[in-house]
């Protein structure tokens, strides 16, 4: 009978990632203590990482980690250093018809 791999570590963690959609032909990844950012022209690339450590310092300097910190407050540190969260598209039937 197989034996099943054990689990390394039951305890989850935050991450963050970064997805640059744009491409200029060059496969890029780049890796952090909490997060992981791939793809991206060069430039989208290195704005994503800029951001990614931007947002590493600010929470240090508070104090904080990706694990500690509330939805709000992470969403007030990356306005900060220009990032936004989309608006929800509404769900509407209107202008449906066929």
Known sequence: MAQMPQKRNSRSRAMMLG???DSDGHKRVTQ???FL???GTKET???MTE???KINEKLTARG???DTVGREEFDD???SVGLRRPEPKENSSEGSEE
């Open 19 to 21: 997805l640059g959609l």
């Open 45 to 47: 690339h290195e704005t």
């Open 37 to 39: 950012l791939a793809g």
């Open 51 to 53: 951001k990614a450590i």
């Open 64 to 66: 904080k980690s990706l």
């Open 77 to 79: 540190i990356a306005q």
């Open 32 to 34: 952090g203590p909490n």
